[in-house]
């Protein structure tokens, strides 16, 4: 499947590319947008959006965005082909509230002081073609349609690093316990179809402006090893460890709603703004 589509991909666009050096009247649309990720319930540790390294006193940034690249050819007037691609960004940080304190206990004066944070990235790509039915209404322009999806889900990269250090100021002792976990989760597959709907309004110059809800039923399957590598020391006691552990996954699901917004420009030798 990773194979087909490219190569269909590039057929729709040699054979519109063709057309229109032809000189027909067909309309070539070309958009670039931006959506939320599209993911599906059940997905766990492979699409997680709730990592929280503290219960309290948290600062999360959150960076998620789809940016698209979408081809609508009309084989009339109505009718339309479509080839799009999407780049998914995803960015989680989370820095709790670090911690500097004096305490007395028993005889001894301590100084506590903490601090950690928190970093998930992972990118994927998806690819899709499809077909719809547009009314030609003026300049707000309803339309509606169905398409194929390949979504790669990339590996995801996470970063949990610890530092505590523990100071006896009256004895002039310290325990320090840092540590860092470098984390790896499986990439993973889904493939499915699915269908749009929107509206376009046409502005000045060619552009128009879009707005589009698409949803999608998706085979899904993730299969790969959860690996974990952990670096470092416990008091002067150091270690450096790594871990496995095989995670699968395989369903059928529907995706979250997807809204997409995005501008376009259509190389319409007939086109009346």
Not at 164 to 188: C, F, L, M, R, V
Request: hydrophobic fraction near 35%; charged fraction near 15%.
């Amino acid at each position: 499947m990773k194979k087909l589509l490219p190569l269909l991909f590039l057929l729709f666009f040699l054979s519109s590319h063709i057309c229109f050096a032809q000189g027909k009247k067909n309309i070539l649309n070309i958009g670039l947008g931006v959506s939320p990720p599209i993911k599906a319930n059940g997905m766990g540790m492979f699409f997680n959006e709730n990592w929280v390294v503290s219960d309290n006193g948290i600062e999360r940034k959150y960076y998620r965005i789809n940016f698209l690249l979408n081809a609508d050819y009309f084989i009339n007037e109505n009718v339309f082909l479509r080839a799009a691609g999407g780049l998914t960004i995803r960015n989680i940080s989370e820095v709790p509230n670090s911690m500097d304190s004096t305490v007395f206990s028993g005889i001894d004066w301590y100084r506590l002081t903490s601090n950690s944070h928190f970093n998930y990235k992972q990118l994927n790509w998806n690819i899709s073609l499809g077909m719809g039915y547009k009314t030609q209404a003026g300049k707000f322009s309803p339309y509606f349609g169905s398409d194929l999806i390949y979504i790669r889900y990339g590996k995801g990269i996470q970063t949990y690093y610890y530092y505590y250090n523990q100071d006896n100021i009256t004895q002039g002792i310290a325990q320090i316990y840092e540590y860092t976990y470098y984390s790896k989760i499986p990439s993973g597959n889904a493939g499915g179809i699915g269908v749009f709907g929107g509206v376009d309004f046409s502005l000045k110059h060619n552009l128009i402006l879009s707005f589009e809800i698409s949803e999608y039923y998706l085979y899904m399957y993730f299969n790969g090893n959860f690996q974990t590598h952990a670096v470092g020391h416990n008091d002067n006691v150091y270690y450096d460890t790594y871990s496995y552990e095989h995670e699968k996954l395989q369903q059928l699901a529907f995706s979250n709603l997807i809204p997409k917004f995005s501008i376009k420009y259509s190389f319409n030798n007939k086109h009346k703004p």
